[in-house]
């Protein structure tokens, strides 16, 4: 079976190799978290080398010392480890303050959100890659394709150990290849890494709970607080593990000290009270709100909109199994006491509730928050295909339910793929070769790809991104007003033309109803007749580049 396994991670590989070299995303949050590397490797430039090199050094003699006390005492490795995730903490903030400061002028967390939003974790994955292989597009999906490799291969241990081979083999493989994660290691998220820091999670919890290894509880604690520390929205795992504990003490009776889990799964939670109290303290934006409370008031309207698009992210006939499986699961989990379909249930669940009530779905479905829904689809799927008397009938499915989303996957990834990318290289190299170091260029589009192909070709012209008025309110006369009073030569935009399709296009109705609030800065689209004034020959500008990739177009144009 594990040959089989490795086989289809072979074959997604092969699949993603050259989806991966895909431009950078543009209206896609790949941007934010590649900047987050970029603006790591300038301190660089802000702090002294030797201090980093004495940090590493620090790094490697706690790693050192933590693996030492961990083979003799695992008390001592958690009185080490605890205090050394505080300091390595309020070190991280530290230098991500004295940079904002440095760079910015002022302490605004506004400024330094790249490192602290999303956890330092996730924010040195991106380092990592940008330090080794350099500005490549395919560098920087690397760590999100190793990410879904880690979450099957940990749903084929977990299910298998809990199940039965088979069954462990086709939820692993289908997990891989299901559209909602598969689209999200092309454009590089965090979201398989936080799958992966669930399922390993959760594994090690199961296997306290029924071999009474007390280094799985460990190992556990050290998921827990890494995958805290890669996305902070991870913390829905904890609802996962206090649910299941509910139900082993109440429905199971199951013998277990559950005093040490609770005490290694508090321990856990230390960094999150430490991100709480910096986001409390230099947060203006309201993302707080994601530990402190749901994130909005619940709605009725929103209840089924995941389930809605689940056909989107899991496909038609997967969905369609998946709901046929669920009162299976239901019932094995009353009658049968099923703790690993109850733990299944509640990822979905806790996943579905908190996800329903976010805010940001008051005008559309996020597609990376459904993808936390998978793992348990991947599961429940197979329910019913196993009920199945001839396990032979179970396998022809089973294998043909695989290959079906291996070519949706695939089709979906590639088909018009160049409808789904702002061509970026050719304006980018043309800028290196044309226009003079010292000018200063206007960007607009956010979030988008620009700071990563300004490294790519090392470019030395100043970059800004302002917002000069309201979408509604743009006008050539304004934006040129603009311009020459902060002397910009040189203005960089994208076709608006709704051509940002993921490949859900549905997802994008959003865009031509975007509250524009200048505060933001942000403004998905440019005012449809500003575009047209500014393509054509005017007594303002000239157009001195454009380059198109299928239906998007990237424009450069010069004040005159």
């Known amino acids: 079976m594990k040959k089989i396994f490795w086989i289809f991670v072979v074959i997604s590989i092969l699949v993603h190799l050259y989806a991966i070299t895909f431009p950078m995303a543009t209206l896609e949050d790949e941007s934010f978290h590649v900047e ?59 230098f991500a303050v004295q940079f904002s400061i440095t760079k910015f002028g002022e302490l605004n967390l506004n400024n330094f959100i790249w490192l602290v939003r999303y956890g330092s974790v996730s924010a040195f994955t ?61 454009i590089s998220q965090l979201t398989t890494g936080v799958i992966f820091f669930t399922l390993a999670s959760l594994y090690f919890l199961l296997k306290y709970v029924h071999k009474k290894d007390k280094n799985s509880l460990i190992y556990m604690a050290l998921f827990l607080i890494l995958g805290f520390q890669y996305k902070e929205t991870f913390f829905l795992v904890y609802g996962i593990i206090f649910s299941y504990l509910v ?45 402190v409370g749901l994130f909005g008031i619940f709605s009725f309207t929103h209840i089924f909109r995941y389930i809605i698009a689940l056909p989107y992210q899991a496909t038609l006939p997967v969905t369609i199994l998946f709901l046929i499986s669920l009162p299976f699961a239901v019932y094995n989990i009353i009658k049968k006491k099923d703790e690993l379909s109850f733990v299944f249930l509640m990822y979905f669940l806790v996943s579905l509730v908190f996800f329903t009530t976010d805010s940001l779905g008051n005008y559309m479905v996020v597609y990376r928050y459904g993808a936390d829904l998978l793992p348990s689809i991947a599961f429940f799927t197979f329910f019913f295909l196993e009920k199945f008397e001839k396990k032979k009938a179970f396998e022809i499915l089973s294998y043909c339910l695989i290959i079906f ?20 290289d050719g304006t980018f190299s043309y800028i ?102 500014l393509t054509i ?24």
């Open 36 to 94: 987050r590397a970029i603006y790591i490797t300038q301190i660089l430039d802000v702090f002294n080398p030797l201090l980093f090199f004495g940090l590493i050094l620090m790094g490697i003699f706690i790693i050192f010392i933590l693996y030492k006390l961990y083979n003799k005492n695992t008390n001592y490795f958690l009185l080490v480890l605890v205090p050394s995730s505080i300091i390595y903490y309020f070190l991280i903030n530290y």
């Open 126 to 186: 991106y380092t990592l890659q940008l330090i080794i292989f350099g500005y490549r597009e395919w560098a920087m999906r690397l760590f999100p394709l190793i990410f879904s490799i880690l979450s099957s291969f940990t749903m084929y241990k977990l299910v298998s150990e809990h199940k039965n081979e088979k069954w462990a083999l086709f939820s692993s493989i289908s997990l891989l290849f299901l559209p909602g994660i598969f689209y999200f290691v092309n």
């Open 247 to 291: 139900y082993l003490y109440l429905i199971k009776k199951k013998d277990v000290n559950y005093n040490r889990i609770i005490k290694y799964t508090l321990l856990s939670i230390i960094p999150m009270i430490l991100w709480l109290v910096v986001q409390i303290n230099f947060n203006p934006n309201p993302s707080v709100s994601r530990l």
């Open 405 to 424: 989303l291996v070519i949706s996957s695939g089709y979906l990834t590639y088909h018009n793929w160049e409808n789904r990318f702002v061509p970026m």
């Open 432 to 533: 290196k070769e044309n226009v003079p170091e010292d000018a200063r260029i206007l960007k607009t589009m956010a979030p988008n790809p620009y700071k990563f192909y300004i490294g790519k070709y090392e470019l030395k012209q100043k970059f800004k991104h302002e917002l000069w008025e309201n979408a509604s309110e743009q006008n050539i006369t304004n934006l040129y007003n603009f311009m020459k009073k902060n002397n910009y030569s040189y203005f960089i935009f994208p076709d608006p033309t709704q051509s940002y399709q993921s490949y859900w296009p549905s997802n994008y109705d959003w865009v031509t109803s975007w509250v524009y609030k200048p505060e933001l800065k942000l403004e998905p689209i440019l005012n449809e007749t500003l575009l047209q004034e």
């Open 537 to 560: 020959n005017n007594t303002y500008y000239k157009l001195v580049y454009s380059d198109k990739l299928g239906i998007n177009s990237l424009y450069l144009i010069k004040i005159r």
